[in-house]
Structures are given as C-alpha cells and as structure tokens.
C-alpha cells in the first residue's frame, strides 16, 4: 500500500476496501472462485453480483469493467462487489470447476451468488450483467433477492421474450447501457426489444463500443446511479489517500 497522497485515479489504482477470495458452491455440485470486496470501514450500502462476459472469447471475473469496480466502488460508493468466474472460467484468481454450457448450466452458478449473498446478509443486490452476463440476469436472475438489474452492452442472443415476460412481470428495475457502435445490439433496436419491459430504461453511450473500453468512468457512474442514487455522481476522478497499483495476468479459459 502506498503512502496516503492525492493522485489520479487511473486503470491500475487499487482503493482500499476489505477484499477476500470466496469459494461459491453450486447445487449441482461446482466450486466457483471469487472475490468480495467490501467498503474499508463502513456496512455497503447495495451489493453488485458481477456476471462477466462470455468466457470463450475472453470473458472472466476480472474483465475490466468488473475489475475496476471491485477496486474503486467500496472506496468511492461504500458498496460491496462480489465478482466469480462461472463454470469453466478462468482467472489469475484461479479456474472455476466444470465446462462453459451456453447459459443453461450457469443458472446454478447466479443461483450460487445468490445464495452466497443472501447467506452473508449482504444488502439490496442488485445485479450487473455484462455482454453473456445480461443474459444470465435476465433468463436466472430475477430472484426475490434481487432488487434490479444494470446490463452493459446486452446482446439478447440467449435470452427469450419469457425471460423478458418474468422481468416486465416483477417491476424491477432494469437499466440498460449500450453502447452506439455495439457490435450486436445498438441503442434504437435496444429500446425496441426492451419495450416488453415496461420499466427498462435504455441509456445511450455515444462512441462506445461493446468492451466500452475508453468508457469504463462512464459505465461505473452509470451504474452507481442506478443502484445507490444517494452517492454524487459522476465519481470523483482523484482520490486522497492510501492506494495501490496493481498488473493483472490475463488468463485464457
């Protein structure tokens, strides 16, 4: 940890928070890595489950979008963020046992997120799916538990309109960030498949691209507004204090 100092906020700096590996056990019998990381003092104020891109093109729990929301959010917003590589998904935090399975497996994988942050009384969850990872809000997402969901550049390519029918049925909230130049769903056909959920709402990113990479300040201001809109946004950019900085190895799954 480095001395306290005010410096920019940049792709590397690592906040302080309480951050610990976790273990999620599935029903049908996986072992998932994770990580928690929760504000460095105070109880988090909303929890975000993170279900990262699909894992055959790269996908994992450290994704940058996720990676810089574990290390900036419990700092910046007091909210706790619990990030797992799904079935089969690899990371530098380790390999997650089974196979990759289309979104249908990995059903039990949000249910073992689930289950975990109810079991450690984590509050008002909410979570965010990113590319692959908005589809397995939206087909096995919405629990009891659940209070919405934020999904960044959703494709739809495996959710089904019941899937959106058991959205639209709940009232949960549901906010959609995508990006102008989305590689499979841009921002007009976004609002014309989310208009079966009532609720949804379409927010456009201009000049982003699916990874939103050059983005990632905007999509975390995008969603600490949705799930904690007490906390000032946008974020502050610098930060006074102790810090790291950090390289993360990329592994392939």
């Not at 729990?61 to 900036?72: G, N, Q, T, V």
């Not at 059903?107 to 990113?130: I, K, M, N, S």
């Not at 096995?140 to 899937?163: N, Q, W």
């Not at 959205?167 to 056909?189: N, T």
Request: hydrophobic fraction near 45%; charge should be neutral; aromatic fraction near 8%.
């Amino acid at each position: 940890m480095n001395p306290a100092e005010t410096v920019q906020i940049r792709a590397n700096t690592v906040l302080p928070a309480r951050r610990e590996p976790i273990e999620l056990h599935t029903a049908d019998g996986l072992r998932l890595i994770g990580e928690l990381a929760l504000p460095p003092e105070r109880q988090p104020r909303a929890t975000l489950v993170c279900l990262h891109p699909l894992p055959t093109h790269g996908g994992m729990m450290d994704s940058h979008l996720y990676r810089k929301a574990a290390w900036r959010l419990p700092a910046l917003a007091d909210l706790a963020v619990l990030r797992f590589n799904t079935r089969g998904t690899a990371s530098e935090a380790g390999r997650s046992e089974g196979r990759f399975d289309n979104a249908v497996g990995e059903r039990f994988d949000v249910a073992a997120a689930l289950e975990y942050a109810e079991f450690h009384d984590l509050p008002e969850v909410w979570l965010v799916g990113w590319s692959f990872g908005t589809d397995l809000a939206l087909m096995h997402g919405c629990d009891p538990l659940v209070r919405g969901a934020v999904l960044i550049s959703p494709p739809l390519r495996f959710t089904k309109p019941e899937h959106l029918a058991v959205w639209a049925e709940s009232g949960k909230p549901v906010v959609c960030l995508v990006p102008e130049f989305d590689d499979y769903l841009r921002p007009a056909e976004a609002r014309r498949r989310f208009a079966a959920v009532p609720q949804a709402k379409v927010i456009d990113f201009p000049g982003a691209k699916h990874l939103f990479v050059g983005h990632a300040d905007a999509v975390l201001d995008a969603v600490v507004a949705a799930v904690a809109p007490r906390v000032a946004t946008p974020l502050p950019r610098t930060w006074t204090g102790r810090y790291e900085t950090r390289q993360v190895t990329i592994v392939e799954s």
